[in-house]
């Protein structure tokens, strides 16, 4: 259920060692190109980072072009919200990468409308923008991953929970199950709202799929309890390789440090279902 890391290892350590890629030359840099997708009859847009020298399948191609690229859903927090199919890269995983434009996978940005969650027609979205995305890239469907940010945090477990099979990990970042405040209340995992113990619930339907879960200690947003309650229900349902990070100093942003870790992408890449 593990692949080899040796393909991506190079450049890995080239991240490591430099810390970002201004010195690459443009052959070896990934690039953001904008997509749209209909969806119950309307369109959104999206962004796709694509890794250096990978290109779409050509009209009628029925070998995947590059069938061992991995490819990773970002789904964004509260403020990337809105119709411009842009914004979304400019918080979280997108400066990283045009920080590290070697960076070895796909990467589909979704954006939800403003006043929305990560909930019904957009997660529908989210997953029609990476399927499309495979279809167009040839990426390897054993190798998708799910990671989000705040809202996108919670989105990350709405989505897993729709198809508890299709990710062969997830990572969600300063999310939660339950509601973080009374001023937000349309924000939670929608699938397990009416559970007596939502947390459980999670950890026996996902117990088959890696995930490391990141949060700040000092959360003030989005309060790190129900990150803390999901580790413990997983522990207990005896999960496959579940993983939590808890930044002592960390306020609302874990997404800039969970990012920047090369552990955190070296296990992700490992993964395969």
């Known amino acids: 259920m593990v692949r080899s890391m040796s393909r991506w290892l190079p450049w890995l350590a080239i991240l490591m060692m430099t810390g970002c890629a201004t010195s690459l030359p443009d052959s070896a840099r990934g690039r953001f190109e904008a997509r749209a997708v209909k969806v119950d009859g309307q369109t959104a847009y999206y962004q796709v980072f694509i890794p250096a020298g990978l290109s779409a399948r050509s009209p009628g191609e029925q070998t995947p072009a590059a069938s061992n690229v991995p490819v990773v859903l970002f789904l964004h927090g509260s403020g990337e919200r809105g119709a411009d199919g842009v914004k979304q890269t400019y918080s979280g995983l997108g400066p990283y990468l045009r920080e590290h434009p070697d960076f070895p996978a796909l990467v589909v940005f979704p954006q939800a409308p403003r006043h929305s969650e990560w909930s019904g027609r957009n997660n529908r979205m989210a997953v029609a923008a990476l399927d499309a995305t495979i279809a167009e890239f040839g990426a390897d469907p054993a190798r998708q991953y799910l990671t989000g940010m705040s809202m996108g945090g919670y989105g990350s477990w709405n989505i897993a929970l729709d198809d508890p099979r299709r990710f062969a990990a997830i990572v969600p970042v300063c999310g939660a199950v339950l509601a973080p ?79 920047a870790d090369p552990a955190m992408w070296e296990w992700l890449f490992a993964q395969k279902r």
């Open 181 to 259: 405040r009374a001023k937000r209340p349309t924000l939670f995992v929608e699938q397990v709202a009416q559970e007596a113990d939502p947390y459980t619930v999670i950890a026996k339907r996902l117990q088959h799929t890696p995930i490391w879960i990141f949060h700040g200690a000092l959360d003030d947003v989005v309060p790190p309890d129900d990150d803390r309650r999901l580790h413990a229900a997983f522990q207990n349902a005896t999960a496959r390789d579940v993983r939590y990070t808890e930044y002592p100093e960390g306020n609302h942003n874990a997404w800039d440090a969970t990012y």
